[in-house]
């Protein structure tokens, strides 16, 4: 029984930051890598970026290589992406989820937020 909760997004402009956060409810939320996904309207649903259990460890889609950063506070329940230059195609809806494994595929992610809305304007 796991809740997940995204905030944080909006409309940006070109260039603009916009910091997502995702609190987690219930579970134990040090055990489970963590990840952003994204997924824009006719596309898939794409694996921004992951981090470890402790923190340590992190990785990005190439696309956003340099310009977001994920990030964990376990003492918070609460994973961040800090998102900077953001372009018109990182305009999606953002989701964060957990995982068991270190994994890219949303099929071994078994819990997600309901998803927040990033827009970023040309």
């Known amino acids: 029984q796991v809740t997940l909760v995204e905030s944080g997004g909006g409309l940006v402009q070109a260039g603009g930051s916009l910091r997502l956060s995702c609190t987690a409810s219930?579970?134990?939320?040090?055990?489970?890598?963590m990840g952003w996904f994204r997924q824009a309207p006719g596309k898939e649903r794409e694996s921004v970026a992951r981090?470890?259990?402790?923190?340590?460890?992190?990785g990005y889609t190439d696309s956003v290589k340099g310009r977001f950063t994920i990030s964990r506070d376990n003492a918070k329940n609460t994973v961040y992406l800090q998102m900077n230059s953001l372009k018109p195609e990182d305009t999606a809806v953002y989701y964060c989820?957990?995982?068991?494994?270190?994994?890219?595929?949303?099929?071994?992610?078994?819990?997600w937020g309901q998803g927040t809305q990033v827009t970023v304007s040309s």
């Open positions: 989820a957990r995982s068991s494994v270190w994994s890219i595929s949303p099929n071994e992610y078994d819990y």
């Open positions: 981090i470890s259990m402790n923190g340590r460890i992190t």
């Open positions: 219930g579970g134990t939320f040090s055990n489970y890598r």
